[in-house]
């Protein structure tokens, strides 16, 4: 299963910018999908998720009312709105396709990882 990440680049603090995550043709239409982020020298952490149906989504509190997780099953894609920025979002973002339909916060709980979007957030 193949995962594409796009969307990062540099923005200042405050400012906005929208990731997207396409999966292969009808790949994942029934799993959960969610985004991780990497900053240097740090674990790879959970950041968002996103349930099969788009009907269930969890957040990271350090995340939580600044990004929305959606997802547009038609196309495949789950998207990552990131507003309000800020130094500490800077990290290597990854998608990654849950083995299940429902909503995880646990990196093992993920079976496949797309190859990451870097977002920096200059103060």
């Known amino acids: 299963v193949q995962l594409q990440a796009y969307g990062g680049g540099l923005v200042q603090a405050g400012g906005s910018l929208r990731l997207s995550c396409t999966a292969a043709k009808r790949t994942g239409s029934n799993n959960g999908m969610g985004w991780f982020r990497q900053a240097p020298g740090k674990e790879r952490e959970f950041v968002a998720v996103i349930s099969r149906n788009g009907q269930y989504t969890y957040y990271a509190d350090s995340v939580k009312g600044r990004f929305t997780i959606s997802r547009d099953s038609a196309k495949s894609t789950v998207y990552l709105q990131m507003n309000d920025l800020k130094p500490g979002d800077t990290a290597v973002y990854y998608c990654?396709?849950?083995?299940?339909?429902?909503?995880?916060?646990?990196?093992?709980?993920?079976?496949?990882w797309g190859q990451g979007t870097l977002v920096t957030v200059s103060s």
């Open positions: 990654a396709l849950a083995r299940g339909p429902l909503t995880t916060p646990h990196r093992g709980d993920y079976q496949y």
